[in-house]
């Protein structure tokens, strides 16, 4: 932190940081400090800005994180379940097309488990 401020009084330019505390009761704080680096007609450098708690924006960050993994996993849970699905009904309609074909009175369909769709 201390070397972005040296740096941005350097380079004459504004920054913004975001960072971490650690309370006294130990709840974790999110900050962020928007800072613009102003310079007056003596040449004198100052350093203007403000503080705000981020946490709650944080904390709102993680938990779409994590909802949007979850929502993902699931999706992908039910493109296979679905592949699965279309998988044993089309066998199913071949096994009945093949009964009625030959007049059968029951029907299997088999394929090599290295053949099945995933």
């Known amino acids: 932190m201390l070397r972005s401020r040296q740096q ?3 380079e004459k330019k504004n920054f913004v940081q975001e960072f971490r505390m650690t309370t006294a009761e130990r709840r974790v704080l999110w900050l ?3 800072v613009n680096v102003v310079q007056d ?3 004198l450098i100052r350093l203007q800005g403000v503080m705000v708690n981020i946490t709650e924006l944080k904390e709102a960050e993680q938990a779409l994180r994590e909802e949007s993994r979850t929502l993902e996993r699931s999706t992908a ?3 296979r379940w679905r592949r699965s699905w279309i998988w044993k009904s089309w066998c199913k309609v071949v096994t009945e097309a093949g009964k009625e074909v030959t007049g059968a009175e029951f ?5 090599p ?3 099945r769709p995933r």
């Open 113 to 115: 488990t290295s053949q």
């Open 8 to 10: 941005a009084i350097l």
């Open 32 to 34: 962020r400090n928007s």
């Open 41 to 43: 007609e003596d040449g």
């Open 77 to 79: 849970s039910a493109l």
């Open 107 to 111: 029907g299997a369909f088999f394929v």
